[in-house]
């Protein structure tokens, strides 16, 4: 067991909950709810994508055995609800969901190649873990779900997942893979975000 | 096997599942649907919730060695269809909903602590199994999700859940707990509806 | 193996997958999305409903070693990108998918009788693998589901899939339940396209 990815991992995983986490308290902020509504939207905003993946790739769902994830969800519900919404601007959460993004894609790849999972299938995995978690906020929410803005989202995790991939399958020593695929994602979001970066769209006809 | 236990067990099973169908089966009548789509929701709302539950604790999905649920949910369906939708109080719909609310938090909770899930994930395990099918119901249909309204709904889940996992742990002699947890979030639900209760909502700034 | 209804079998899943995943490239492109998530939206529409059935029956999930669905979902977005939308006449579109729903709901049934799932929940989960790519697509895309239009659609998946397992108990030979069910599922479905058919809509009062 290579000691520093595994280090690198368990940090994009608590990374990425943390941040979805705070995401799916936000929005029951904003939607003006209560406060267990809070910590149950942080609760599965947080833990959907990575129940799915686990369940797909057949491995054991990563919170059922661990009360940490559902009692850090509460931690974070009870951050985000105690911190005026006027103190957290839009584009910080977006700059920490950004990362929340890439920490998923590079933590859902590698863990479905872990459990053998063919490369394409785990990059498609790494992907949906990683956008999934959003979607269940949004639509549970009721609000447009954050796949339908055209602001390189999806392609961010696609990058991120299928360069990890590729990184790995090439041989590189391990912790690299992880942090090449994580930088890279993130910093794409982060530009995407800054300079409004897109791919052309459809062109409707 | 405490054979109380699992008679309370089972009726909090069934009864669940039939008011979770009745619950289906009334909001496709309401977006004036045919009878083979009331069957459908009336499927969905039932068995969503405990279908996630099995997959999340590794247990087989509990529908798929036996017909009755899927038949069950026919009969529902075929009964919500037949009584005018006048003579269905919108109230007497949501005290049932609450008794299933209950039922589905402490059935979730429990099973998920007989399938050696920790405490704290088996209390969020019964709380999403009691209120997903519901948002299953709810988005499918394109009406707005019943979690967003202030009125103790997830807290109702949580108390219920939380309250027989603790007396479990404590060693309270077997049927207690269920009945005990069961009884606390039907009143608590009820009182909600009935007084119109309320956590505070997020302050909105 | 009876080796002609697994052909069958095979091309009622490629068939299915493919149109399905049109659907869902042609639903991205109309929101003006871009590229990546087209092939985003044909994957998850055109593997949500293998998936939920597969973890439903305990099966390992189709697409986890096989890198063919997730290729196959990128070359369709890519076509459907390519071809204008205005050369995508709405009912060729509905008679594919008419394919899809009949194939799909065959296709899911029959697995889920393979993997000895007992007869009437496989008409179920028949019905469930058919019907929720649709409404995976629908919701992600914040359009209202297909469910919800009355024109035979859940009726046509119950229809296949009930003959499909119907005539299979009955021990009709081998190739002949397939072929039946899923020819009387597409006639109908296109049947009540062409023809407006619908069962009566609940009367609302």
Redesign the interface.
């Known amino acids: 067991m290579d000691l520093p990815l595994e280090n690198l991992f368990t940090w994009l995983d608590i990374g990425g909950l943390s941040v979805f986490a705070a995401s799916g308290a936000l929005t029951?902020?904003?939607?003006?709810?209560?406060?267990?509504?809070?910590w149950?939207f942080a609760?599965?905003t947080a833990v959907g994508g990575g129940?799915l993946r686990d369940?797909?790739?057949?491995a054991?769902?990563f919170?059922?055995?661990?009360?940490a994830?559902?009692?850090l969800c509460g931690v974070i519900a009870a951050l985000a609800?105690a911190v005026?919404?006027?103190w957290w601007p839009e584009r910080a959460l977006e700059w920490l969901d950004a990362a929340g993004l890439a920490a998923y894609s590079v933590y859902g790849a590698g863990k479905?190649l872990e459990w053998?999972?063919?490369?394409?299938?785990a990059?498609?995995?790494g992907?949906?873990t990683a956008?999934i978690g959003g979607?269940i906020r949004d639509?549970?929410?009721?609000v447009?779900?954050v796949?339908?803005r055209?602001e390189l989202y999806?392609?961010t995790s696609?990058a991120a997942a299928a360069m990890f991939v590729a990184l790995t399958t090439l041989g590189l020593p391990l912790p690299l893979p992880s942090a090449i695929a994580f930088a890279s994602g993130f910093v794409l979001r982060c530009a995407a975000i800054r300079w409004r970066l897109?791919?052309?769209?459809?062109?409707?006809?």
Chains 1, 2, 3 share one sequence.
Request: proline residues 13%; charged residues 10%.
């Open positions: 029951a902020a904003r939607k003006r709810l209560d406060f267990i509504a809070a149950f609760l599965i129940t369940v797909m790739i057949d054991p769902v919170w059922m055995h661990d009360p994830p559902v009692i609800w005026p919404l006027r479905a053998g999972v063919s490369p394409v299938p990059v498609a995995a992907v949906i956008c979607v639509v549970t929410a009721g447009p779900s796949l339908l055209n999806i392609t696609l897109a791919l052309p769209p459809h062109r409707g006809h």
